[in-house]
């Protein structure tokens, strides 16, 4: 599975973004995906899981209640909207699939990742 990430850019504290991610290779509808974001000089962290028909979903304490992450597994894609962003929230986001179908934190249990894409939010 590859896995391609996008929408990040440039936003104002406050505001909103949706990051995609969309799967080639095969179907990743079967897997559990997240989202983990990495800023500049700190270790990659966990930010949102989902199960693999989204109906079970988990985040991190510094991002629920903003955050939702959601899929759509007829269009092999993942969803992370974002709102009310902080300038803490400035990282390259990271989404990723495990080898089963259920949700996890664990970035140890991630087979694939795509790429990154860049968020970067100004006070």
């Known amino acids: 599975v590859q896995l391609q990430a996008s929408g990040g850019g440039l936003v104002q504290a406050g505001g909103s973004l949706r990051l995609s991610c969309t799967a080639s290779?095969?179907?990743?509808?079967?897997?559990?995906v997240g989202w983990f974001r990495q800023a500049p000089g700190k270790e990659r962290e966990f930010v949102a899981t989902?199960?693999?028909?989204?109906?079970?979903?988990l985040y991190d304490d510094s991002v629920r209640g903003r955050f939702a992450i959601s899929r759509d597994n007829a269009q092999n894609t993942l969803y992370l909207q974002m709102n009310s962003l902080k300038p803490e929230d400035t990282a390259v986001y990271y989404c990723?699939?495990?080898?089963?179908?259920?949700?996890?934190?664990?970035?140890?249990?991630?087979?694939?990742w795509g790429q990154g894409t860049e968020v970067t939010v100004s006070s």
């Open positions: 990723a699939a495990s080898l089963k179908s259920a949700m996890t934190p664990i970035q140890s249990q991630y087979r694939y």
């Open positions: 290779g095969r179907t990743f509808s079967n897997n559990g």
């Open positions: 989902a199960d693999w028909k989204g109906s079970s979903t």
